[in-house]
């Protein structure tokens, strides 16, 4: 009987075990279901974000191949297919190591190339950016050359006409800042160019704007100024010229304000550009929608010169800038934005002054922060 009673109590001890072991599994089976519930979205997050990585370097070097430096626009197409079809089946079809790593090779060679293209001044270009300007440095007295002054009867039909002009800094008296649409709608409101007129107590205003330099027969296409077709130039002009083209033949909407910055950070602002303008005549650039634009690098100069301030989103969407301008304080707010925008609109005064001789003060007559 003892060792019945002892096989018993072995017994109750062995179900005692077994439930308290029991309870253990149960409890440690909760976070790990937890664990599974978290992780699961992450794993799927994660093959997300791959995929999209891998989709995006597959477009970008198709891109880079279509627009690359080949002579041929049939040879650079069949090649771009070539590559992302070569892509899709490697990444996504074959699942074999050996051709992924093919791939990435091939990958690494397009990225090589694409970033030996060099820039050029001999190219056959459009008249409006044929010639590089630049300038001489005396003291105080500033000689610029490849000044911009056509005669325009349209947009395509005009007499060319470069010049020479001198501006002293001790002169300088504001800045004045354009914004332009060339398009209507939503992304013509987001988007936009903006350009610089430097003003003088005793000459023209100087108007610099950063602009692409298209060939004979092109275009401005945004996706190919991603990928080295485009030079930069910083055309240096007339008022008359720069503003009326856009307001008076390209159609364009055109809106400018006075700055509210100081004498001594506009010479500041002047002579980077001055540096840039000689910069880019000795060594060409390439144009970049996202990089090296008319937008960004106004804002660039301006903190060289003294701006402070943050990166904003209206400097990418231009279009806006004259809103961010506003409430970062940098123009007169004495009025409200709505309206001092409307007013600031030069399109009819530009239409009335066309080819005058003083362009410049009547586009600025009846602003409401300009007119003197």
């Keep these: 009987m003892q060792k019945g009673v002892d096989l018993d109590r072995d017994g109750r001890e062995r179900t005692r075990s077994g439930t308290r072991s029991g309870g253990r599994d149960h409890q440690e089976e909760a976070p790990s279901s937890r664990r599974r519930f978290l992780l699961g979205p992450l794993h799927w997050l994660g093959v997300g974000l791959g995929s999209l990585v891998r989709v995006l370097l597959v477009a970008w070097a198709s891109l880079a191949i279509y627009y690359s430096n080949l ?73 610029l050359t490849g000044v911009r002054n056509f ?7 005009f007499t060319v006409r470069y010049e020479e002009r001198e501006v002293r800094l001790s002169r300088l008296t504001g800045l004045d800042f354009y914004v332009s649409h060339w398009s209507k709608g939503l992304v013509g409101r987001l988007v936009g160019h903006t ?9 023209p205003p100087l108007n610099i704007s950063i602009e692409t330099r298209p060939e004979v027969g092109e275009g401005f296409d945004p996706l190919a ?49 001055l540096k840039r303008i000689n910069e880019l005549a000795d060594r060409p650039e390439f144009y970049n929608l996202l990089s ?44 409200p934005f709505d309206e001092l925008r409307r007013r600031s609109l030069v399109n009819e005064a530009a239409q009335e002054a066309d080819g005058a001789a003083d362009f410049s003060r009547r586009i600025r007559a009846s602003l409401p922060t300009l007119s003197r």
């Design 195 to 203: 350009f610089l007129s430097f003003t003088f107590d005793d000459a």
């Design 71 to 143: 002579p041929w626009p049939w040879l650079r197409l069949a090649l771009a297919l070539a590559f992302a079809g070569f892509a899709t089946w490697a990444l996504w079809l074959s699942h074999r190591r050996r051709m992924q790593v093919a791939l990435a090779v091939l990958f690494l060679g397009v990225v090589a190339w694409w970033i030996a293209i060099p820039p050029s001044h001999d190219r056959p270009w459009r008249p409006e950016v044929a010639v590089m300007p630049r300038a001489y440095f005396d003291g105080d007295r500033v000689r």
């Design 292 to 335: 090296n634009n008319c937008t960004l690098n106004i804002v660039r100069y301006a903190n060289a010169a003294g701006r402070e301030g943050r990166f904003d989103i209206r400097h990418l969407l231009n279009g806006l800038v004259d809103s961010y301008l506003y409430h970062s304080g940098r123009v007169d707010t004495a009025l």
């Design 225 to 273: 100024s991603l990928f080295k077709q485009y030079e930069l130039i910083y055309v240096v002009g007339d008022e008359r010229d720069l503003v009326g083209v856009r307001t008076n033949h390209r159609g364009e909407t055109v809106y400018l304000y006075r700055l509210n910055t100081s004498a001594e950070n506009v010479r500041r602002l002047l002579l980077i550009y």
């Design 151 to 157: 005669d325009y009867r349209s947009a395509d039909d």
